[in-house]
C-alpha cells in the first residue's frame, strides 16, 4: 500500500509541474503600451556658411598691394588657390605677382601662411589657404579658402576694400546638403553680405551667390543668423546675385553685392 501511495503522489507531482510548465509557455506576452513614447531622430542643423570675414590687416593690403618685409616670392602660375576655391589668370605674366607670408586672417593674433596673388590688370588682391573656422550654425568645419579683395581703380567700380570669400566644403560641413563652394561677398566697412553657395566664374573671377535656407537640407528646422554677425545666409532669398551688380553698399534697403 505504502509504495502504491509513494507512486501515485509521484504521478501527481509530476502531472502538476507538465501543467504550469504548459500554462508558462501559453500565457500571453505583455504588450506595448499605446501611447509609449518613440525616440525621434535628432534634428539636423540648419545649412549655414564658415564664420570668416574680412580683418583689417588684411584689407589693407588692397591699398598698397605689395608683398610684406618677410614674404618670399612664388614662382608665376595661370591657376592661384587650391581645388575648386581657385582662380584662374589670363594675360601678360607681367600682369601678376605672387608671394607668400604670414598674416593674420582671423583676428586671433596668430599669423599663419597665406599665399597671394595680385592681378594687376583688374587691380584684385588674391589670397588663398587652408582654414579651420566655425559655422554660423555651431558647428566646426576646414576647407581651403580663396579671398578677393578690389584695391584701387578697379575696372569693375566696385569699392576699394570690398571683395568676397569662398571655402570648399564637404557634404555635411556647416549642414550643407552638397560638396562644393560656399561663402559672402563683402562691402568697404569688411560687412559680409549675400552668403551662400558659390559658383565661380573663371571668365571674370568672380562669383555668384545663391542664399541658403533651412529648408534646404533634411531636418533642417531653425532660421540662420544674420550674415554680418556669423556668417550664415540669409533663409528669405531664394535670388542669385551676379557679378553685373554695383559693389558699393545699396540705399535701397536690398542686401548689396560686392
Known sequence: MKVWLARTGAISMATALMLMTN?????????????????????????SVPNIHVTPPVQAKATEAKPGPKAEKEPDTTVFGKGKASVHFKGSPHDRSFWSEQLDVDNSGNPVLVQEAWDNRDKVLYLSNDRNFTCGNGQSASGSTLMAIYAKGNPRKRAVGSGWWVSELNAGDCGVPAEGLYGCKFDAAGNNKDCGAATMQPEVNDVIIVPLS????????????????????????????????SGSSSNSGSSSNQ
Do not use: L, M, Y
Open 23 to 47: 500554462a508558462c509557455k501559453q500565457a500571453p506576452k505583455p504588450e506595448v503600451a499605446e501611447n509609449q513614447s518613440v525616440s525621434q531622430p535628432a534634428p539636423q542643423p540648419a545649412p
Open 214 to 245: 533651412p529648408s534646404s537640407t533634411p531636418g533642417g528646422t531653425s532660421g540662420q543668423a544674420s550674415p554680418n554677425s556669423t556668417g550664415s545666409a540669409p533663409a528669405s532669398s531664394s535670388s542669385s546675385h551676379s557679378s553685373s551688380d
